[in-house]
């Protein structure tokens, strides 16, 4: 009884981002437990080498290039997934990140940041949402049931220092979580559940400039900080990321909705003494 609650065989599942450090780990892992995987990515090759070492893993999966920020392009996605897979269980929306021209630093102080910078930090982490949400969520709405996970961020909870345009648009992402599950339920269905993971700190191409010195190997200041305020005491693991992924996307959870869920090592509950 316990694994079948926890059961996502031959569930359709896209995923946004999905050629990213933390989504194609999550995406090699739902393959592993059966699940069919359509991998959507801007990088087209980030996204098809994902989707052949799931294949060459006897796991079943597409890699799709995909612009989160331009509708017809995920339009023409769905009619790609339905034609190959026939339908669409689950929207895993991954696609964000965050640049060095939004981020406040020593050479570049707040006064003269980019809004070009900023509105392509914003729009990426939440109209990356957005946009997925309308095209893929209709799909579910039209079959009548259907789950969509967001990944937020802790810095939607707390703002971090330097990094005001991603801090913002993940707290976006995290307000958009719970006023869609209240309005799919209220006008749509209510087997069409909403929820979002919060990630703590995970090393990610994104944020290793501001974690990692390249040339000593060693933390950044910032990045000692993070590590002296995780009561854990370290970053996390993509792979831990899993257990809490796949108890969203099964039955397990079937009464969760409209949630974000802290994944992060003990940060949020730290008051730094």
Known sequence: MCDELFELKDKVVVITGGGGVLCSTIAKALAQRGAKVAILDLNEKAAKDVAQEISKNQGEAIGIKADVLKKDSLEKSLEFVLSKFKKVDILINGAGGNKKEATTSDELDFFNLSADAVRWVFDLN????FLPSQVFG?????QGKGIILNISSMNALRPLTRIPAYSAAKAAVSNFTLWLAVHISQNYSKNIRVNAVAPGFFLTEQNRFLLMDEKTKKFT?????IIGHTPMERFGEPLELIGTVTWLLSDASAFVHGVVIPVDGGFSAFSGV
């Not at 939440?126 to 949402?129: N, S, V």
């Not at 200041?221 to 900080?225: D, I, L, V």
């Open 126 to 129: 939440f109209l990356g949402t």
């Open 138 to 142: 209709k799909e579910l709405v039209k």
């Open 221 to 225: 200041p910032r990045g000692q900080t």
